[in-house]
Structure formats: C-alpha cells, structure tokens
C-alpha cells in the first residue's frame, strides 16, 4: 500500500513537471517573439522601402534607356534580335535587374537587423549575399557580348576595304576568330564574377575557342581558296 501510494505521488509530480516544462516552453517562445517584434518589424519596413525604391529606380531607368536611343542601338545587334525574339528588351531587362539588385539589398540588411543565428541564418546570408554577383555575373555576359559584336563589326567594315572584294572572306574569318576570343574573355569574366571559375571552367572555355577558330580558320580557308 505504501508503495502505491509513493508510485502515485512519483506521477503526480512528473505529470506536474511536465506540465511546468510546456508552459515555460510557451512563456518562453512567445516571450522571444514579442522580444524579436521590434526586430521583425524593422525587417519588414526595409524591405518594404527596398522593394518601392526598387520599382521606381527600375522605372527611371527603363525610362532613360528608351529615351536616349540605346535601346534601339542595341536592337540592332544580335544579341539584340535574340532578345527580341525571346519577347524581352533592354529596357525592360536592365530596369529588372536594377529592381533585383535593390531588393536583394533590403534584404541582406533586413537579414542583418533579424540577426538570425545557426544554419538557416548562415545559408540565408550566404544565398543574399550571392545573389548580387549572379545578377553582376548576367549583367557582364549581356553587355560583354553586345559590346564584343559591336566591336568586331566595327572592325569588319574598317578592314574590308583593304582587302579586295573577292577575299572579303578572311575579313570574315578575322571577324569571327576575334569574335569566338572575346566572348571567351567576356565568359570568364562573368563565371568569375559569379564565383564560377574553378578548375575545369578555364580549360573548357579553351577548348571551345579552339574548336570555334578551328571551324572559323577551316570555313575562311576553304572559301578563300574556291573562289
């Protein structure tokens, strides 16, 4: 009997333990949040700022780059056609890209002001502060390659007259050859950028230019000699 009896008051007490250890749980956590409410709020208003900041500066620009002819510029090249045909334009593009950057900003500072800790604050710091080189990474191959196509069309039509009109194809070959070189460069800017560079990245854009001349020396030469 007096064994049941302390079995019982044993219960008893780890029933009321328990009991203690759930509320105190609940106290505590409810505590943090109305702790962490000040800090929550913060976050929220920065990257509410950012993203209206982000849309009106993304406007502004679209707005400028359809003023001042660079659009149309730009639509001229290839690489401008392929946007075209993909449905997108530079304006739109460049204007997105500042409104991306912007909010990734507010957001790495709302980030900072929550100062989440352990694992999931770690990954979520390291993706915001990735995402501005992902997007500086897109930027470069967009302009790098508009720019590389300007480039070598304009030495195209600065070298054609010297050449005689029958071998106008090893302007194009030239073309072409500076062309494959310095969209290689522009690339690896980019994967730089992008922290994408590693070991395999260099020897793979090599040996794409090598086969991209080797088609380009092969095409000019055989043109070249059958006319």
Do not use: C, H, W
Request: charged share 15%; no cysteine; hydrophobic share 60%.
């Amino acid at each position: 009997m007096v064994a049941l009896i302390i079995i019982i008051a044993m219960y008893a007490s780890y029933s009321l333990l328990g009991q203690n250890l759930i509320v105190n749980s609940i106290v505590k956590m409810f505590s943090d949040i109305i702790a962490a409410l000040p800090s929550i709020i913060a976050a929220i208003i920065i990257v509410a700022i950012g993203y209206v900041a982000g849309t009106g500066i993304g406007k502004a620009v679209n707005y400028l780059i359809e003023k001042t002819g660079i659009e149309k510029s730009f639509d001229q090249t290839e690489t401008g056609k392929a946007f075209r045909k993909a449905g997108l334009d530079l304006s739109s593009f460049i204007g997105g890209l500042i409104k991306a950057f912007i909010i990734i900003i507010s957001i790495m500072i709302a980030l900072q002001v929550l100062n989440i800790s352990g694992v999931i604050g770690d990954f979520l710091m390291r993706v915001a502060s990735y995402l501005p080189r992902l997007l500086g990474g897109i930027i470069v191959i967009v302009f790098g390659i508009a720019l590389v196509e300007f480039l070598t069309s304009l030495i195209s039509r600065v070298l054609k007259p010297i050449f005689p009109e029958q071998k106008s194809e090893v302007v194009d070959m030239l073309r072409n050859l500076l062309l494959i070189g310095l969209i290689a460069v522009v690339l690896y800017i980019a994967l730089d950028l992008m922290q994408l560079a590693g070991q395999m990245v260099y020897p793979l854009i090599l040996g794409f230019v090598i086969i991209g001349a080797g088609i380009a020396l092969t095409d000019g030469l055989i043109k070249s000699i059958t006319d």
